[in-house]
């Protein structure tokens, strides 16, 4: 079954940087659009960012763009993204998610797969 474990989340001052990874299996990964979802309290979860799995083509949010950077390693079945210049608004639960198709978008309703998140606190 499709697994996704996420890591890496934590606490940071404003202006700093986390990188998240998460871990995938039970699915052919390489061939499967990878994302990364956020969900701030009483707030609709939003997408930050995807790539797709053959071609690596990337998408981001407006918020996301030239700060955060989605990466993946198909030989190790993992995803990455790489946050800088956290504001406290990227305050949130980060979740890795994924689709049974190699083309990516941002819409949580496209997605069939979440892992169980990791939480990103930014402090002003």
């Known amino acids: 079954q499709v697994q996704l474990v996420e890591s890496g989340g934590g606490s940071v001052q404003a202006g700093g940087s986390l990188r998240l990874s998460c871990a995938a299996s039970?699915?052919?990964?390489?061939?499967?659009?990878m994302a990364w979802f956020r969900q701030a309290p009483e707030k609709e979860r939003e997408g930050v960012a995807a790539?797709?799995?053959?071609?690596?083509?990337?998408y981001y949010a407006d918020s996301a763009k030239g700060r955060f950077t989605i990466s993946r390693d198909n030989a190790k079945n993992m995803l990455y993204l790489q946050m800088n210049s956290l504001k406290p608004e990227d305050t949130a639960m980060y979740y890795c998610?994924?689709?049974?198709?190699?083309?990516?978008?941002?819409?949580?309703?496209?997605?069939?797969?979440w892992g169980q998140g990791t939480q990103v606190t930014v402090s002003s």
């Open positions: 039970g699915f052919p990964y390489s061939r499967y659009c």
């Open positions: 790539i797709e799995g053959t071609r690596g083509n990337t």
């Open positions: 998610a994924t689709r049974a198709s190699w083309f990516c978008s941002l819409r949580r309703a496209d997605y069939n797969y």
